[in-house]
């Protein structure tokens, strides 16, 4: 038994030590918002915080999350008006949209550390993220969006 | 609002649609076929759409969502004819029911081909305009004036005369009374009300909060999550024989059973499952198809190329003209298997009882998907539901069925709800490649440097061909040499063949299908003309195209927004290519360097398209983003390569997918033809990789006939 602090909630999971935190947050706290995608960190479906720090659930053990505070997607705001969040949807960056809860946990833990990020390091931050229908130029304008939005006093 | 395909409402396994629908686009009187009692107090003129007393309106969408937006498309265009109030419209997808829901055009559940706007838009007008004919009668009969002195607005019914209005609402139960008119009045364009406006897609909010259900996020009461341990090769592999002693041990494996795909462990989870095929000692027969490499079948394609095919167009004469004399010009195009790469792996889940099967699957055949499970439960295809979530992208992967008989197949078996998952790995080893292809070319030119005779030979497998859906007596695969048979450009002699040759890699419909990679290569080939006869790529493509002003309109739009004719940015090259496809015309001109270890660099694309009417023309753009993306990546970097009949490729490492760092600027003008509706996810793709190519020679020099493009060859020396 595994207890992990999950979108601020204290959550006991009864599993092996190995298992990706990933399948814990899907099939026993069924947060089905985080995708599964490749299973080997390559392609960023699966990102979710850890301390606030962007990483690939796909590959985290869920040992390595005890004691420390998961934020997924559903977590990162109550209604859904986190910055990224009100940026996306003004834009309408998602397509199909499977990849876009990794995205915009990426895009989040972006803007938390940098402000006013540039578009070298919007590559940076978000390379790790794949979208196959190629919504990569509306995810730029977004970030650049909710930079925006943040700093006009959006919660 | 609300367009969210709720857990609850997938859980019923059905759908809550007010029921009583039955009413067809043929727009019959009301209850002929009626299966059900009408809902009281619900307007329910057909089965697209329903009204209820508070003036909520309920769409039902049968196109499936995978990204392209049919869910906000669909809506469009049925609240626009209905007059209704943009806020006061709930979304539906339609469950499988051909009766009822089936494609008119097609006659089927199964939605590929771009065809959702294009073969639906009229059906859909008329039966919102019959609504919306039905409403006005009923308010006119309540005031007790001529119907043709009153009005819509947004959810309302106006008199004209004294301004008096009544909601939609409140005339559902009058409006259920009356006739369905047959020949209902459609708006004139001028009168659109949310056709051709910027909308917001109503499916944004569900996906920017992770609350939108895909497939793999359905979760039933009691479900066990399965995996299937397959082949090591592509196809025909069969199971001879297995031991799954290690892999029941394993603590929360349930069950182990042999399906036609493989073997499946059912589990408690999918680690479990996955863990559980790991530990399977299975002896496979690897059948015929592990005979077969890569290299060797280019080699034979090569070979093959010789011999004549199936003619699929002959205009004139071209050995002929070949004959005589003159200048000629000739190239071999090679083209590799591709696999789609869906950003959610393939995966559905199945619930089999003797009295009904459901099915919840993220799937672009929801109508084979009901017969292929009414085949392996033995229920009437009317006892099968098939609940169909969102896609985590489809590209034509998703018109299979494979991934349906795995999850029946295993439900069945353990007499449990399923949910059935691929992994990444699963996902491209097993999946229904486009076509890799083999091609070679003869052209003539005239004095002038203008083409006299065009032959082009394509080698290469057919889908159809290899489904057995081949009509009648065709002995040419439509799929095979869509994008090379309706080549526009006017030239008196010209022959397209195809010769057949299929070594049992599964083949299937990738966004774009033939254009995909016919495009490239006769997009190439006309490039490979005009520098041959020293003139301009667009005024020699131009000039050909005089009997094709739709192509050359979309040609003109996108070269003029390039700027083509002045000096592209220092160290760029810019090339250009147009294409027909699914109903739409698109021309690209995309900018691209190369650095000096020959990595390419695209900064700009270009895309001018002519889809007809663009209902919604910022969605419109974004598949031409899309559109873009796709054909970059097939061009840089994707091929899937096979070794003793495995595919060598496996996940997100050896087949990579272009990232947003490598994003160029794409930029789409929409040209406003007024033709009718034609495609908009595929037509995207075909430009691409031709537009690319041509930038490259016109940088470097250097024609790429293979596809992907292979950086050592663009090295400078």
Redesign the interface.
Known sequence: MITLVVNGKQQRVDAVPDLPLLWAIREDLRLTGTKYGCGMALCGACTVHLDGSPIRSCVTPISAAAGKKVTTIEGLSAQGTHPVQRAWVELDVPQCGFCQSGQIMSAAALLAQKATPTDADIDTAMAGNICRCGTYQRIRAAIHRAAALKKGGAR | MSAVLGRRALLKGGVALGAGLTVGFRLFPRGRGATHAQTPGVFTPNQWLSIDRDGLVTITNSVP?????SMTTTTIIIADELDADWKKIRVNQAPADPKRYANPITGSQSYGGSRGVRDHMEMWRKSAAAARQMLKQAAADEWGVPVDSVDTEPGVVVHRATGRKLAYGQLVDRAQALPVPQSPKLKTPDQFRYIGKNL??L????????????G??V?VPGML?ASIERPPVVSGGKVQSFDATAAKAIRGVKHVVQVTNGIAVVAD???TAVAGRRALKVTWDLGPVAQVSSAQISSEYAKLSGQPGQVARKDGDVEKAMAAGGRTVEAAYEVPFLEH?????MNATAQVTPDGCVVWAPTQNPGSSQTTAARITGLPPEKVTVNTT??????GRRGETDFIVDAVETAKAVGAPVKL?W??EDDIQHGFYRPATYNVFRAALDAGGMPTAWWHRIVGPGILAQKGRMSGNTTVDPAAVAGARDLPYDIPNLQVEWLNKDFGVPVGYWRSVGSSQNAFITESFVDELAHAAGKDPFEYRRALLAKSPRHRAVLELAARRAGWGSAPPKGRGRGIAVAFSYGSYAAHVIEASVAADGAVRVHRVVCAIDCGIAVNP??VK?QM??????GLTAALYGQITLDHGAVQQS???NYP?????E?P??ETYILDSGEAPGGLGEPGVPPVAPALCNALFALTGKRIRTLPIRTEELRKA
């Open positions: 969502e995978m990204g392209q937006g917001h897609r499916d944004s909010p569900e996906k920017a909060t992770g609350r939108g259900i895909y793999m996020d979760q999550v989870r999918f680690p790469a869906c950003m959610e792996p969102l896609l985590g992208g489809g590209f998952m992994t990444r910022d969605q974004a983003e899309g559109g873009a993306v796709y996940n997100f490492h997918m272009m990232r947003i760092n994003m600027v794409v």
